[in-house]
C-alpha cells in the first residue's frame, strides 16, 4: 500500500482524548490532528517522537491532519486501525497466509456470529469457506517480540469465541494478527494485560481456530505485507 499523496512529517507533541493529537510540522507550524486509532498505542505516544502524517481538504473531515506514523525502538510503526484489513487482503494474496490465497472469491465485512462482521471471507471452491478475523498489532516491549492485545479487549475474545463457532459449524476460521512494524520475528499473545484474552485464544485453538502473524515492511512511503513470522503460542501455526 503506498500512500498517496505523500506523507508530511513533524514532530508529537502528545496525543490525547484517544482521537487527537498535536504535533509540529517540520516547518515549524503547529497543528492538531485525528488519531485513527482509538487503542492504548502502548509505547507509541512519546512526546518528541518522529511522526507522519497524511493530509486532506475534504470538507467532511473535522482535522485536515491524520497520525498514520511513528518512529519508535528506532523503526517505523503503522498505527491507523483502519488499514490492516487492507494490508491483510495484500498478505493473503501474497501467499503469505497458508493456502488462503488459492481461494477465488473474497468478500468484506460480511454478517455472522453473534451481530458481527467478519473482515474477509474466503469461497467459492469445494472447500468450506474461510472466516478471516485480522488484528491490528504495534505493540513491542521484548526486542524482535511482537504482542497482542496491548489493554483489556472484551470485543478480540468475543470474535475468537464466534470464531471457534464456525469451525463447529463446518468452516474454518482463521485469526490473522497483521504486526505494523517490520523489527519483530515472533508474535506472541499478551496474557499478562490480558488473561482472558488469552484464555480465549487458547480455547480457539483448541476448537480448531487456525492462527497467524503477518509483518510489515513500514516506511514514510508505504506500507508492504512481507513476511509470516512464527508465533510463540503452543499449538498455533509455525511457518
Same mark, same amino acid.
Given at each position: 500500500m503506498i500512500f498517496n499523496p505523500p506523507l508530511i512529517s513533524g514532530t508529537l507533541v502528545q496525543r490525547y482524548k484517544r482521537f487527537l493529537f498535536d504535533a509540529i510540522l517540520d516547518d515549524g507550524a503547529a497543528i492538531t490532528g485525528s488519531c485513527p486509532n482509538t487503542g492504548s498505542m502502548r509505547g507509541l505516544t512519546a512526546p518528541g517522537s518522529r511522526i507522519w502524517m497524511s493530509t486532506s481538504d475534504s470538507p467532511t473531515r473535522k482535522?485536515?491532519?491524520?497520525?498514520?506514523?511513528v518512529e519508535a525502538d528506532d523503526t517505523v510503526v503503522g498505527i491507523n486501525t483502519g488499514l490492516p484489513n487492507r494490508l491483510a487482503e495484500?498478505?493473503?494474496?501474497?501467499?503469505?497466509?497458508?493456502?488462503?490465497?488459492?481461494?477465488p472469491l473474497v468478500e468484506r465485512e460480511k454478517k455472522y456470529?453473534?451481530?458481527?462482521?467478519?473482515?474477509?471471507?474466503?469461497?467459492?471452491?469445494?472447500?468450506?469457506?474461510?472466516? %478471516? /478475523?485480522?488484528?491490528? *498489532?504495534?505493540?513491542?516491549?521484548?526486542?524482535g517480540l511482537a504482542e497482542f492485545p496491548d489493554t483489556v479487549t472484551a470485543r478480540g475474545a468475543k470474535h475468537l469465541e464466534e470464531l471457534g463457532d464456525m469451525v463447529e459449524a463446518g468452516f474454518r476460521a482463521i485469526m490473522l494478527y497483521l504486526v505494523q512494524r517490520e523489527d519483530c520475528d515472533l508474535f506472541r499473545i499478551c496474557a499478562d494485560l490480558d488473561p482472558f484474552y488469552a484464555a480465549g485464544f487458547r480455547r480457539a485453538l483448541s476448537r480448531g %481456530? /487456525?492462527?497467524?502473524? *503477518?509483518?510489515c515492511a513500514v516506511t514514510p512511503s508505504q506500507i508492504r505485507p512481507v513476511a509470516s513470522i512464527a508465533m510463540d503460542e503452543p499449538g498455533a501455526a509455525v511457518l
Open positions: 482535522h485536515r491532519y491524520r497520525l498514520e506514523l495484500e498478505a493473503i494474496h501474497a501467499g503469505l497466509v497458508s493456502d488462503l490465497a488459492t481461494y456470529g453473534r451481530n458481527s462482521r467478519i473482515d474477509i471471507l474466503l469461497s467459492g471452491d469445494a472447500r468450506p469457506s474461510a472466516y %478471516v /478475523e485480522v488484528k491490528n *498489532v504495534h505493540f513491542r516491549r521484548a526486542a %481456530v /487456525e492462527a497467524y502473524a *503477518v509483518k
